[in-house]
């Protein structure tokens, strides 16, 4: 089992800045793909980034490429989320998760794991 817990959210303007993170527990966090998703109100969860376990190569969703930026450090057994440029569009609860399987897992349902949720709010 890994347990996922986010932390890092709150309010920010238009264009600011805002780092999120996940610690996980366990011993195997240099095992996992890491990815964040987010999930607006009355929208489904959707994928914003990866970042893979062998060579920390990494993937974004379109609407976030060039302004967020996924990393990890396995000595922490943390994955961060930096996003800048933040826009009121980004507006939702974040989600950490992680996962063995794939090779660039980017779906839902590639995830085995997820944390709880921080809430990230971009006033205009």
């Known amino acids: 089992q890994v347990q996922l817990v986010e932390s890092g959210g709150g309010l920010v303007q238009a264009g600011g800045s805002l780092n999120v993170s996940c610690a996980a527990s366990?011993?195997?966090?240099?095992?996992?793909?890491m990815g964040w998703f987010r999930q607006a109100p009355g929208k489904e969860r959707e994928f914003v980034a990866t970042?893979?376990?062998?060579?920390?190569?990494?993937y974004y969703a379109s609407s976030v490429k060039g302004r967020f930026t996924i990393s990890r450090d396995n000595a922490k057994n943390t994955v961060y989320l930096q996003m800048n440029n933040l826009k009121p569009e980004d507006t939702a609860v974040y989600y950490c998760?992680?996962?063995?399987?794939?090779?660039?897992?980017?779906?839902?349902?590639?995830?085995?794991?997820w944390g709880q949720g921080t809430h990230v709010t971009v006033s205009s």
């Open positions: 998760a992680s996962t063995g399987r794939g090779i660039m897992p980017s779906q839902v349902y590639d995830y085995d794991y």
């Open positions: 970042i893979r376990r062998s060579d920390d190569s990494t």
């Open positions: 366990g011993r195997t966090f240099s095992s996992y793909h």
